[in-house]
């Protein structure tokens, strides 16, 4: 039943989805957009997903995809909203390239002062230090660094007549995800804490761990209620891949869990990483979730990594 339910899950985003999204046909760098319900809509381009809200306030953006997909992203979104954009929303670092772009043509006049300013850029302070280093791969000019961060747990703002909420993710995809959860509208952005098209990626440069995105899976969960038959209801605009539902975030978690146990269990009985790749542990899952790119094999020695003093973790 539950292979069933992931197949189907990929037949209908491929028949639907993809297809409304415009995947077959986009042209490099265009941005295909789908309204996913309320104030929320989604953003599909080559280097992932982008969340938009729109309303009376302006315009809030959670993630600006890669520098280089950074105006067409702009142009997309002002078709939907010819209101400024007030806040980004960085759910980690590798979701930050689009920053000064974006933030500076979201530039408003702020109270008395009559002030020309850009778009407020929030995120995890692990996502400012990372970007504000004086050397490494995310280190960036000042234009595109967060401008308000949180350390841990929770911060809230309401924006365009709804709650949102975003939570720290602690040492999941990275040490500072977050996750954001619009509550009126009903819609959860994840990151790419969940990236229903391939295998999760764990950075451990930037802190993540293979027990810290399943304990951030199994919190969107908390957050999401399905509609009926467990479909529906909450909806889960993640990283990269098709719009979700609770029970597609459900069978990730398994996948992830299940493939995290086994790890485990070959660790215990003192396997080396050689022998623990040998065994295939992620066959089963590797035609729904290996990419040339990052395989199921990438992905067990990520989590063996990560259980083992190799990850620190």
């Known amino acids: 039943m539950r292979s069933y339910s992931i197949l189907a899950g990929i037949l209908c985003a491929a028949l639907t989805g993809y297809t409304a999204l415009g995947q ?54 002002h078709t939907l909203s010819p209101k400024p954009i007030r806040w980004i929303i960085n759910t980690h670092v590798h979701r930050t390239g689009g920053n000064a772009v974006l933030g500076n043509s979201g530039k408003f006049f702020a109270g008395n002062t009559r002030r020309d300013v850009g778009a407020l850029i929030l995120a995890h302070d692990d996502v400012l230090q990372a970007m504000q280093a004086t050397s490494g791969k995310y280190s960036t000019g000042s234009q595109a660094w967060p401008t308000d961060t949180y350390f841990s747990g929770q911060k809230d703002l309401f924006f365009d007549s709804e709650a949102v909420e975003i939570f720290h993710e602690p040492n999941a995809h990275t040490g500072g995800d977050s996750v954001v959860f619009f509550r009126r509208s009903d819609v959860v952005s994840t990151g790419d804490v969940f990236t229903p098209d391939r295998f999760p990626v764990i950075d451990f440069e930037q802190g993540g761990s293979i027990n810290g995105l399943i304990a951030a899976l199994n919190h969107i969960l908390k957050l999401t209620v399905p509609e009926l038959n467990q479909e529906g209801g909450t909806m889960v605009i993640p990283g990269t891949g098709h719009l979700c539902d609770e029970a597609d975030v459900a069978d990730y978690r398994d996948m992830v869990t299940i493939v995290r146990d086994r790890v485990q269990d070959m660790v215990k009985k003192g396997m080396s990483l050689e022998q623990v790749k040998a065994a295939r542990l992620s066959r089963d899952y590797d035609p729904l979730y290996g990419r040339p790119e990052y395989t199921g094999e990438m992905f067990v020695e990520g989590v063996y990594r990560s259980l083992t003093a190799g990850g620190k973790r």
Do not use: K
């Not at 302006?58 to 979104?77: K, Q, R, S």
């Open 24 to 77: 077959g046909t986009r042209a490099p760098n265009e941005i295909g957009v789908l309204h996913v319900q309320g104030n929320v809509y989604m953003l599909v381009g080559d280097s992932g997903n982008t969340t938009v809200q729109i309303g009376d306030d302006g315009v809030l953006v959670v993630d600006t995809m890669a520098e280089t997909a950074a105006n067409a992203l702009l142009n997309a979104i």
